[in-house]
């Protein structure tokens, strides 16, 4: 079978199926250390209906099918390990309706967050997950994304209502509504979120979103150790201040930082914080958050209430994992992204940092410690078994350390390739169940194969 020529027949445009070296090098890889799979060939549909009759045209031919978003995850969710097609889903890419008075919106999945809040903010709104990357949202319900708003607004499963959703023969579904909750039936939107193209491709959104704060403030505060950064950002949020982003890192992330963005922050672990809501509820925040820090040798406390200023605090810790990449040219991104109850987040942290010096390792840690979930970064030669060797003991520690304490081994970046080994410690019998959920829904496993789900 001529696989190129047969999916030129099924969409519009014959252009939009492509099979170059270039193309499918580019979609046969995202920023993990992940080894790169190529596609057979990469498919760029514009609707639903495209959408459908490439899967049932897989389906019958048992072709793999893998959505591809920006390309950006972490743990090799849309590296085609079998070929296959690759469909990219960015010319996907309209914003369908705004209803402000509901305060949502419906959108195609190739939308990025970025792209959505621009047209938002002139309605007075917002999208508030932010998982640092200028990611799709099809990509970041895929994966139940999250970052560093998930201490106020939760993750990407707390902001879907509906969806629109290709099945592995081309049927198509909605779930949820456009009403803000709902007791009818079982919980199809909260299944497909998270499923990483597992079971279906989505191809609409139905996402809550916001009205912009009265009054934003961001702080940097400087500590003479994680422990007591760590400690500072429990303490904000047994005492419920308003904060919207708290984000630690540690003296080597800050270091990598200040040489890939010039700036001039103290190379000490440090908190990043965010405050939203009304000024004087912001006000008591940051007076609160003064307080606690100083309470454990806070040595800098700064706040910011310029919008550029705030964006370019927040640009550097979001970029703070390509500084790293930057500052070891020629090696890929290992990240651990466990979640612990926030009572054990400074213990595990201590336990991370421990671990990494004992294996004789270097590694950034940072987070969204405001709801527990912290990574581990390391910089790895994927040709380097002793190496690797070395990462995956750190890794398999932390998550073993999380798991003990009633966390999970990944809080926002999803199993992917990555994590498929820990499934089974952490959810056990249920793990069964979720085969016969695969099954039921794409019993010819061409849904994104070897993803999530441990061999055997």
Excluded at 172 to 197: C, D, H
Excluded at 302 to 320: K, V
Aim: charge should be negative.
């Amino acid at each position: 079978m001529d696989l190129v020529a047969a999916l030129r027949r099924l969409v519009a445009d014959p252009d939009r199926v492509a099979a170059g070296q270039a193309v499918r090098e580019q979609h046969g890889q995202d920023l993990s250390y992940h080894p790169q799979h190529l596609p057979d060939v990469v498919v760029y549909p514009v609707d639903t209906r495209e959408v459908s009759r490439i899967l049932a045209f897989a389906n019958e031919h048992r072709v793999p099918v893998v959505p591809f978003g920006a390309g950006s995850s972490l743990e090799g969710h849309v590296i085609p390990v079998q070929g296959g097609i690759c469909l990219d889903m960015t010319q996907m890419n309209r914003i369908l309706e705004i209803r402000a008075e509901d305060l949502l919106v419906r959108v195609e999945p190739g939308v990025t967050r970025t792209q959505l809040n621009r047209q938002l903010g002139r309605e007075g709104l917002y999208f508030p997950i932010d998982p640092g990357a200028d990611a799709t949202l099809g990509g970041m319900v895929a994966t139940n994304a999250s970052g560093t708003t998930a201490v106020r607004y939760g993750a990407m499963r707390q902001q879907v209502l509906g969806l629109e959703v290709v099945l592995a023969d081309g049927r198509v579904i909605t779930t949820g509504s456009l009403a803000v909750k709902s007791s009818a039936g079982y919980n199809l939107t909260g299944l497909f979120v998270g499923s990483e193209g597992t079971l279906g491709v989505i191809t609409g959104i139905t996402l809550r979103v916001h009205p912009l704060p009265e009054e934003v403030v961001a702080a940097r505060a400087v500590f003479p150790s994680l422990d007591a950064a760590a400690r500072v950002a429990v303490g904000l949020i047994r005492v419920g201040a308003p904060v919207e982003r708290v984000e630690l890192v540690d003296a080597l992330t800050i270091e990598a930082v200040n040489a890939y963005k010039g700036t001039d922050y103290p190379a000490a672990p440090t908190l990043f914080l965010e405050f939203s809501g009304s000024a004087g509820a912001v006000r008591d925040g940051v007076e609160t958050a003064r307080e606690l820090a100083a309470l454990e040798g806070c040595t800098d406390f700064r706040t910011e209430t310029d919008p550029q200023a705030r964006q370019r605090l927040w640009e550097a810790r979001h970029h703070a994992a390509l500084a790293i990449t930057a500052r070891f040219p020629g090696k890929k991104l290992m990240v651990t992204d466990v979640c612990v109850p926030i009572s054990h987040l400074p213990e595990a942290i201590a336990h991370a940092r421990a671990t990494v010096e004992a294996e004789g390792l270097t590694a950034a840690i940072l987070g969204h410690v405001g709801d527990g979930n912290y990574h581990a970064i390391f910089t790895v030669d994927p040709q380097d078994p002793t190496e690797m060797e070395r990462a995956e003991r750190v890794n398999a520690a932390i998550v073993d350390f999380a798991l003990a304490r009633g966390g999970t081994c990944t809080g926002e970046h999803g199993v992917g390739l990555g994590k498929r080994r820990y499934l089974l410690r952490e959810h056990g019998e249920a793990v069964a169940l979720m085969r016969l959920l695969k099954q039921t829904l794409d019993p010819h496993n061409i849904l994104n194969p070897g993803k999530i789900l441990p061999e055997g």
